[in-house]
């Protein structure tokens, strides 16, 4: 992997169209409602015999925010109430509670990851008493991979010191844009200096991988101003860089609306930062892992890559393949076992459930033999840049090219435009396929055509 330079705009631009990020397969929109708290028990319960020996991970959601960004996409809340949040880590409690005895005793955790919303929201006592009450449940493996996503807005050295002391070791913030016009006008005001100091407290505390995520498409960005912004990002070094692209979807997020819509960058100007982006973190070292994401590389991210042990879940991309994952709080997805499980999104739903002693299930789904061998295929792709199709047919006991034999021929166009190439035993996917690596995965998603159908619920996948 090295330097990606000379993309090519219009041939990127080809495949610019709706669909999945593949956070998961099937995609999130193919749950059921069928799929209920009892189903959720029994897979439970099913994951926890004697012979399971899988790693878990672990999944908190912790919805609250300070303030509202515009250009806000995650399941989150804004609220000044300490009193509604101290309530709702009451509710994670319970709900720990009521599957904890499920759980086989001493099975090693080597994940753990807090997500939002804002955890940094939490006060210094209430991470120190959310953490410890985990820490009563779960075995934490020595080596765990314990991460969690902060805002340097609001953030103290306290908090920092709270989230290392229950061996937090990871730590992903928001920027966004350094511009402070862009950060007016998405209303996320934040200093350059606070970003800074962010992450000075991070490395003095030993934290191993600091992640900022970037985004592009905001307000009044220019080629220009968004790559001062990212080489300010490059001189502070962080281990990790994710840079999205914004979806301005104020149908499907009304708060967006506050966003003046001919203060965006028109699509052109949005692929020309995109390419500059790629080209200027790949030549300052950065390996392009795919989609949004690059990293050192000596971060376990670009080396679970190399090594081929990298996984696509709810987080993004993740270094623990094979662990199971088990989430909590409103909107958390589960998955293990073939199964995927989500909980209700609204506080009244979650917390109505707990209140009943039912797991807070409101979707999900389990897997048929097909979509195991899909998921296979697609993680791989997203994941490894290539698919090895001996692998394929001795895990799941079928010839490859007859199995796919209708997906085969879309991948034509792909390799005709260089962004793939095929021998007798792989599919690899070129440094410019992984620009388009979702179109590729695209290929072999059994759903997709019945989901574009129903309604626009995907992003762009350039
Ligand atoms: S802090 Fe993060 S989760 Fe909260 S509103 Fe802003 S972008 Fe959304």
């Not at 998961?24 to 029994?42: C, G, I, K, N, Q």
């Not at 991970?57 to 399941?75: E, M, V, W």
């Not at 200027?280 to 994401?293: E, P, W």
Request: a negative charge.
């Amino acid at each position: 992997m090295s330097i990606i330079k000379d993309i090519d705009i219009q041939l990127i631009k080809k495949y610019d169209r709706p669909g999945p990020r593949y956070t998961s397969y099937p995609p999130a929109p193919a749950f059921s409602s069928s799929f209920t708290a009892d189903d959720y028990l029994r897979s439970l319960k099913d994951n926890n015999t004697p012979e399971v020996d899988a790693e878990m991970s672990l999944y908190y959601h912790i919805p609250f925010c300070d303030t509202l960004c515009y250009f806000c996409g995650c399941n989150m809340l804004i609220t000044h109430s300490r009193e509604r949040i101290s309530e709702y880590l009451q509710y994670l409690r319970r709900e720990m509670e009521l599957s904890a005895p499920y759980f086989k005793r001493n099975r090693r955790v080597g994940q753990l990851h807090w997500g939002g919303g804002t955890p940094s929201y939490l006060s210094p006592d209430e991470i120190r008493s959310l953490a410890a009450s985990i820490k009563e449940h779960f075995s934490f493996s020595p080596d765990i991979e314990a991460g969690v996503e902060i805002d340097p807005r609001g953030l103290t050295f306290e908090h920092m010191q709270a989230f290392r002391e229950y061996g937090f070791n990871r730590v992903s913030m928001g920027v966004q844009d350094f511009n402070p016009k862009v950060q007016e006008a998405v209303n996320r005001i934040q200093p350059e200096e606070i970003t800074r100091d962010a992450v000075d407290w991070s490395r003095k505390l030993g934290f191993k991988s600091v992640n900022l995520d970037m985004i592009y498409g905001l307000p009044y960005q220019t080629l220009a101003s968004f790559e001062d912004s990212l080489r300010k990002v490059v001189a502070i070094s962080p281990e990790r860089i994710a840079v999205f692209n914004f979806a301005h979807v104020p149908w499907l997020k009304s708060h967006q609306k506050l966003i003046d819509k001919n203060t965006l960058p028109p699509p052109e100007m949005k692929l020309e930062i995109l390419k500059m982006t790629i080209e200027l973190l790949t030549s300052s070292g950065y390996i392009y892992i795919g989609m949004d994401h690059f990293a050192r590389p000596d971060d376990e991210l670009a080396v679970a890559q190399k090594e081929k042990t990298l996984y696509r879940n709810f987080q993004g991309y993740s270094t623990h393949s094979g662990a199971d994952l088990y989430a909590f709080g409103n909107s958390a997805i589960s998955q293990f076992n073939h199964v995927y499980s989500q909980n209700y999104k609204s506080l009244k739903d979650y917390y109505d459930a707990i209140e009943s002693r039912r797991f807070p299930v409101v979707l999900g789904y389990k897997m048929t033999e097909d979509d195991i061998i899909r998921q296979h295929v697609i993680m791989r792709l997203m994941c490894d840049m290539e698919l090895n199709k001996r692998d394929v047919e001795r895990k799941a006991g079928i010839n490859f090219d007859e199995y796919f034999a209708a997906a085969l021929p879309k991948l034509d166009e792909f390799i005709q435009d260089n962004l793939l190439k095929l021998t007798n035993d792989k599919i690899i996917i070129t440094d410019m396929g992984r620009l388009v690596v979702r179109n590729i995965a695209m290929v072999f998603d059994a759903y997709l055509e019945r989901m574009m159908k129903e309604k626009p619920i995907f992003s762009r996948t350039v």
